[in-house]
Structures are given as C-alpha cells and as structure tokens.
C-alpha cells in the first residue's frame, strides 16, 4: 500500500441497507478525515479523528458513525442507507506533529448510489 | 461557523487566456491552502500560504493571501488543457485540527 486506498471504488445499495466505506493509510499520519463531495457543495467534512482512538463529528455527520481502533484505519459506516446519501466520499489524513506542514492527502474516493 | 467562499463558481476560458479564482474567509485564518482536482480525481494538495500580504509562484500559477488573513486568489496566466479541474481554497478552523473548504472553482479550458 502507498498512501492512502478506499474501498470500494464504488458501490450501489438499496435504501436502508447498512453499508460500511473503508479507509487505510500507510503513512502513520494520526489525523483521518471523511469527507463527501456533492456537485456545488464542495467538501463537506462528516466526521474526523485526530489520533487512534478518539473521533468527532464534523459539519454533516447524521447517518453516519465511525471509528478509529488503530492509527491506519478509519472506516465510515452508513447504519440504514438513504437517497440523500448519493454522492462521492473522501478520506483524507495528516501529520499533525514535528512541525509538518498541515497538507491533506486524499484517497480515490468512493462512488456510492443509494437507490 | 466558519465558512470559506469562492467565486466564481464556473469560469471557461480558451487556452492561453488567464484565469482567477478568489477566497473569502468569514473569519481570520492561520494559513490558507489550496488543492486542485482533476475530473474524476481527488484534490491534491497545491500550496499553503501562511503569511500576511504572502505570494507564491508554482510555473504560470501565481498564489495570494490577503493582508487581513481573510482573503486568498490563485491566478493561473495562460491557461492549458492541463490546468483543467476544480480549485479548492481550505481555512483551517480555530482548534487546526478540521479544514473548511470552499465550494471551489471549476475551470474548464476549451483548446
């Protein structure tokens, strides 16, 4: 693995099944994010994790949890899908420690239809 | 909250035309960043300004950060099919820890 990697790449789901979008980085940064991009919305950050173990809620989290058991893994789970949902997911991370600059690095994305 | 505005929205340009793409902060931010997307990419990370009144220059793109923190442009001079994509501007919120992003500008380039 380098950088970061999402999975899947896409994904089409009925309304109110439960799906869960992962994220892996190998670059021991501490600080995740999950973003969703919709047309002329830009990126909307849903929830975020500053290091292993703690997590918070970012500007439009409802519909959605996370977790953060080890620093390299932040998986987002959708509990019971919705239409609303439709859109392009993003994870991201950091380094927020020896003075790094505070660039974010992004995954591919996934691509989820909620039908 | 705060929030981070760009304008325009859409600009279409011919190639070789210049193009600028503005940023707005309701609030004084500590550095401002900006990340490019290409269509059916994911934003990479371009440059971050930290300083007052700061420019910085990457080839034909020409970065600004306002004297008062609050406002940034980029300015691409001569566009090329290359540069087309969405330009994001981020803020960092007050704790640093989150990024605002704004809607962000997508350039097309007609060849």
């Known amino acids: 693995i380098a950088g970061i990697t999402q999975a899947p790449t896409s994904q089409i789901l009925a309304a109110g099944r439960r799906m869960t979008l992962r994220c892996t980085q190998d670059m021991r940064h501490n600080a995740m994010y999950w973003y969703r991009q919709d047309l002329g919305l830009g990126l909307r950050l849903i929830h975020y994790s500053n290091t292993a173990g703690t997590t918070g809620k970012g500007e439009v989290p409802d519909g959605y949890s996370v977790s953060r058991a080890n620093t390299d893994d932040f998986p987002l789970t959708l509990a019971s899908a919705v239409p609303s949902q439709t859109s392009v997911y993003f994870c991201?991370?950091?380094?927020?420690?020896?003075?790094?600059?505070?660039?974010?690095?992004f995954g591919p994305g996934t691509r989820l239809t909620v039908l | 909250g705060q929030q981070v505005m760009q304008i325009p929205q859409y600009q279409h340009v011919q190639e070789g035309e210049d193009f600028t793409t503005y940023c707005n902060s309701s609030?004084?931010?500590?550095?401002i960043q900006w990340y490019k997307q290409r269509p059916g990419g994911h934003p990479v990370f371009l440059i971050q300004?930290?300083?007052?009144?700061e420019v910085k220059k990457q080839k034909r793109l020409t970065f600004q950060f306002g004297e008062a923190k609050k406002n940034s442009s980029l300015h691409i001079t001569a566009t090329q099919t290359t540069d087309v994509g969405t330009y994001f501007c981020a803020g960092p919120e007050t704790s640093g820890s989150r990024l605002t992003f704004g809607e962000g500008t997508q350039l097309t380039v007609n060849p």
């Open positions: 609030t004084t931010l500590s550095n």
């Open positions: 300004l930290v300083k007052s009144g």
């Open positions: 991201a991370s950091r380094v927020t420690s020896g003075g790094a600059q505070n660039e974010q690095f």
